[in-house]
């Protein structure tokens, strides 16, 4: 058995204190690794079942062909890990706004980060995904874009991420994808039919899925929502 709690890192970034620690759970009897965003819990791998599913449910939905992938947010590495997991990527390239985030996984600090770091097919990149959507120039389309930064389409980590899920965010969006492109993005809650609707104004195809999982602390069922456009 590991220790019971471990700060493998901390680091002061713009977005304030981040802390990167690892501690053993007695439910789930293993190590549960944990991001701290100043007093927030941001992430954890305590639930990783939508994050997977992000990769899977919009891969599945994208042409039948190679596949270069953007991911919007780096986190753990669930999501990106997913990707790699397809055949048909050729390339997968992840934003990260955050640049102590893409250290832990070059430095290999969590169990997955070498089998997302040692594979040619990807590009870890340091950079803001909303502002990489406003860019006027477009310089490279993919086939698939995911994206699990914001708790909700409407609980943000930031305000400044708030006009990305507008009609005319979701139309830059759009802009940066191939055509059959698809759009898949993580929630923490059950989908809002407003956002829903809006999606609906910009691509010709829009589902909403609910993503349950077994929730050890509750002894119950919980689930997230991964909504899908093309």
């Given at each position: 058995m590991s220790a019971r709690?471990?700060?493998?890192d901390w680091q002061r970034t713009p977005m304030g204190e981040v802390t990167?620690?690892?501690r053993f759970d007695p439910l789930l009897r293993q190590d549960v690794y944990e991001v701290i965003l100043g007093d927030e819990h941001l992430m954890s791998s305590y639930f990783t079942v939508a994050e997977i599913e992000l990769a899977h449910l919009g891969l599945d939905l994208a042409p039948d062909r190679e596949l270069d992938v953007l991911v919007g947010g780096l986190g753990l590495g669930y999501t990106a890990r997913a990707v790699l997991e397809h055949d048909r990527v050729r390339s997968l390239v992840v934003l990260e706004a955050i640049d102590v985030v893409i250290?832990?996984?070059?430095?290999?600090l969590?169990?997955?980060?070498?089998e997302i770091?040692?594979?040619?097919?990807?590009?870890?990149?340091?950079?803001?995904?909303?502002?990489?959507?406003?860019?006027?120039?477009?310089?490279?389309?993919?086939?698939a874009i995911l994206l699990d930064v914001d708790h909700t389409p409407s609980h943000h980590l930031h305000p400044s991420h708030a006009p990305f899920y507008s009609r005319e965010g979701l139309?830059?969006?759009?802009?940066?994808?191939?055509?059959?492109?698809?759009?898949?993005?993580?929630?923490?809650?059950?989908?809002?039919?407003?956002?829903?609707?809006?999606?609906?104004e910009v691509f010709e195809e829009v589902r909403a899925e609910v993503v349950p999982f077994d929730n050890p602390r509750t002894g119950g069922r919980s689930s997230n929502s991964i909504y899908l456009a093309r």
């Amino acid at each position: 058995m590991s220790a019971r709690l471990v700060e493998l890192d901390w680091q002061r970034t713009p977005m304030g204190e981040v802390t990167l620690r690892r501690r053993f759970d007695p439910l789930l009897r293993q190590d549960v690794y944990e991001v701290i965003l100043g007093d927030e819990h941001l992430m954890s791998s305590y639930f990783t079942v939508a994050e997977i599913e992000l990769a899977h449910l919009g891969l599945d939905l994208a042409p039948d062909r190679e596949l270069d992938v953007l991911v919007g947010g780096l986190g753990l590495g669930y999501t990106a890990r997913a990707v790699l997991e397809h055949d048909r990527v050729r390339s997968l390239v992840v934003l990260e706004a955050i640049d102590v985030v893409i250290d832990w996984h070059v430095r290999g600090l969590l169990p997955i980060s070498a089998e997302i770091t040692a594979d040619p097919r990807t590009t870890l990149e340091l950079g803001d995904f909303f502002a990489h959507v406003r860019e006027r120039e477009v310089t490279r389309r993919f086939d698939a874009i995911l994206l699990d930064v914001d708790h909700t389409p409407s609980h943000h980590l930031h305000p400044s991420h708030a006009p990305f899920y507008s009609r005319e965010g979701l139309q830059q969006l759009k802009d940066h994808l191939t055509p059959g492109g698809v759009f898949a993005l993580w929630s923490d809650a059950l989908p809002d039919a407003a956002f829903t609707a809006v999606l609906g104004e910009v691509f010709e195809e829009v589902r909403a899925e609910v993503v349950p999982f077994d929730n050890p602390r509750t002894g119950g069922r919980s689930s997230n929502s991964i909504y899908l456009a093309r």
